[in-house]
């Protein structure tokens, strides 16, 4: 069988349009522009018609920008050895000091991202810390809390001492956040009621989708 080729999309758009470069004659025209001769679904809805301003690169280039610019945010610790005195079994926000940085449809306060853009979007966020306990051995949880209220997103971590007194851990999850909504870090002593020292804090979130 002979093999058949698929539509002539720059010749077509060239007669179409203006003889010139391709580039310059594809983009988003207005309902009732005619729609690329031969293209697959073009006869179908108002989008790929037939445009001889602008610049096909430039569209292309907003569009990547776009996705470039997915909301997201980042929160770093500022400051070192931040005691937060805890309570056995009793979830407490961490203490530590942190600035913001690339923020995109956030704001930051400490250990804070608040997402500001008006529709709800899922986030892949993401925690590190570094805690410490100089007085006895500690296990501990670390968890997200959105809008003060827990999610099933933790890690459980153990501190011992004689054999490491600190002890680096991350959390990972996917969180859906709508406008005004904050993700923090929270830690939990479910061991002793002593205090235990955050030495490093990240927290990000991306949106994926």
Excluded at 10 to 29: H, L, S, Y
Excluded at 92 to 109: M, R, W
Excluded at 139 to 159: D, K, M
Excluded at 170 to 194: F, H, K, M, T
Aim: charged content about 15%; aromatic content about 8%.
């Amino acid at each position: 069988m002979a093999a058949t080729s698929g539509p002539n999309v720059k010749a077509d758009v060239q007669a179409a349009g203006d003889a010139g470069d391709v580039n310059k004659q594809i983009a988003f025209g207005t309902p009732g522009t005619k729609a690329i001769p031969g293209y697959p679904g073009a006869e179908a809805h108002d989008t790929g018609k037939i445009w001889t301003s602008g610049n096909f690169e430039d569209v292309f280039l907003s569009k990547l920008g776009d996705e470039i610019d997915r909301a997201h945010g980042a929160a770093y610790a500022t400051a070192s050895g931040t005691s937060t005195a805890l309570v056995v079994a009793t979830p407490k926000k961490i203490a530590t000091p942190t600035i913001g940085a690339s923020l995109v449809e956030f704001t930051h306060a400490n250990n804070r991202l608040t997402y500001t853009g008006a529709r709800t979007r899922t986030f892949l966020v993401l925690g590190n810390t570094t805690v410490g306990s100089a007085s006895s051995p500690s296990h501990y949880r670390i968890s997200f809390y959105v809008n003060g209220n827990p999610t099933t997103w933790q890690a459980l971590c153990n501190i011992q001492i004689g054999f490491d007194i600190t002890h680096t851990t991350s959390v990972v999850g996917l969180i859906s956040l709508g406008q005004n909504d904050y993700v923090e870090l929270w830690i939990e002593d479910i061991a002793n009621s002593q205090s235990l020292v955050v030495s490093y804090l990240q927290l990000v979130a991306v949106e994926i989708r």
